[in-house]
Each structure stands twice: as C-alpha cells, then as structure tokens.
C-alpha cells in the first residue's frame, strides 16, 4: 500500500471549515484513500473513502486530485467534538491481509 | 444497534496472571482484528481473523494468542501478561478486510 502524508497538527475555528491534506504521491491505480479519525483515546472512527471521484457523507467530503497524488478531507462546520487525530489510508481493496496501517495522522484542534 | 463490544475496558494485573480480554460484534462481520496502541508507536495490529477457525498474525503478535469459534467473537489471550504489554488495545470488525472497520472502544491494560 502506497504511503500517506499529513501534517502533524492544524487549528480550526469553531464553525468554519476545517481541511486536512493528505499527500500520497505513489498511490497505484486500484488504491482507495481512507480517513479515519481517533477521539481521545476513544477506537478509530471511519469518515469516508474514495477511489478518484469526490465523496461526500453526512460527517464529511473528501476531494481527491485529479492526478490522485493528494487529497483533501473537509469537515464543513467544525464543531469542538471533531478536535481529534485524522488519519489518511491508502489501500488497495483485496489486498488480502494487509492490514490498514495507521501512521502518525493530522491533530486537529477545534478551537472556539 | 451496530457495535463492537470489549471487556474488560479497564485492568490492572500482574505479571504472569492469565488474562482474556473479550471482544464481539453484532455485525455478522467474517473480519476481525486486534490493534495496540502505544504512544509514539501508534496502532499496530497484534492478529486477525478473516472468518470462523482463520486465524493469524499480525505485526507484534508475541505474548498473544487469539481464537474464533463463533463468528462474532474474537478474544484476545495473555497466557503470561508482561509489563511491555501494558497497553490499549482495541478490537475491530468489518465485512471484509479492506472494508469500514468498526472498532470497540478500547481496553486498558496495565500489567505491574
């Protein structure tokens, strides 16, 4: 599975839009892109995924580059509950028992 | 309501003590997984199950074993719990490996 980057940390204000970039510039052509999130020390959360057209959700909007070598995560109204570490995944569905891996993800910070 | 259910969420033991920590979904799901969580470590995936009596390991399976003889559970075994696990672990579940996982909500264990 190809590798992600994200930015260690960004703040957000209450009720803008928060976006998380997710760098994935070796991404093959049968990968999707995950985006979990982790609340405190609460399980991981599933947001969204996408293989390279946009997604939206009820919790979340993902845009994926034209190139698919990056992608954005958009919460639209952020709120303090969405202060968590974001985590962006790239993998290729059958890849058997890979398991997903989880790097160090964005920490994003809601902030009133 | 969907869910992923973990018991104990808190323990403190000894070293040496035998210990399960229970995991069961109520999803029907055939894929289930265990991760720890370490700080600066992150999740890492301890062993997997992609359906009843299928198991195996994952990256960090030492110290641990597991078993699967029903569908919807998945129990995490210590037979002999050392200090360097103490951890939080968190079960998961999902239809198929690369699927949404749905994750419980974490066990803390500390072994003295």
């Known amino acids: 599975d190809a590798k992600t980057t994200q930015p260690p940390s960004m703040d957000c204000a209450e009720g803008r839009a928060a976006n998380l970039p997710c760098n994935h510039s070796t991404i093959s052509g049968n990968e999707y892109v995950y985006w979990y999130r982790q609340i405190h020390s609460q399980g991981p959360q599933y947001i969204i995924h996408?293989?390279?057209n946009n997604e939206t959700n009820e919790m979340a909007s993902l845009i994926i580059t034209e190139d698919r070598k990056s992608s954005t995560l958009i919460l639209p109204h952020a709120t303090l509950r969405d202060t968590a570490v974001y985590y962006c995944i790239v993998r290729a569905p059958a890849s058997g028992n890979t398991p997903l891996v989880f790097g160090k993800g964005t920490r994003l910070s809601v902030i009133a | 309501e969907a869910q992923v259910t973990q018991n104990p969420r808190y323990l403190i033991t000894v070293t040496g003590k035998k210990l399960t920590v229970t995991c069961s979904q109520n999803m029907n799901h055939e894929y289930m997984s265990w991760y720890r969580q370490d700080p600066g470590l992150g999740l890492r995936q301890i062993y997997y199950?992609?359906?009843?009596?299928?198991?195996d390991k994952g990256d960090v399976p030492e110290g641990y074993k597991v078993s699967r003889k029903e569908k919807r559970n998945f129990p995490l075994i210590l037979e002999s719990p050392s200090p360097n696990q103490t951890s939080l672990y968190f079960c998961?579940?999902?239809?198929?490996?690369?699927?949404?996982?749905?994750f419980g909500e974490g066990s803390r264990l500390t072994v003295l």
């Open positions: 199950s992609m359906n009843v009596e299928v198991t």
């Open positions: 996408g293989l390279k």
């Open positions: 998961a579940s999902s239809f198929r490996p690369w699927g949404e996982l749905f």
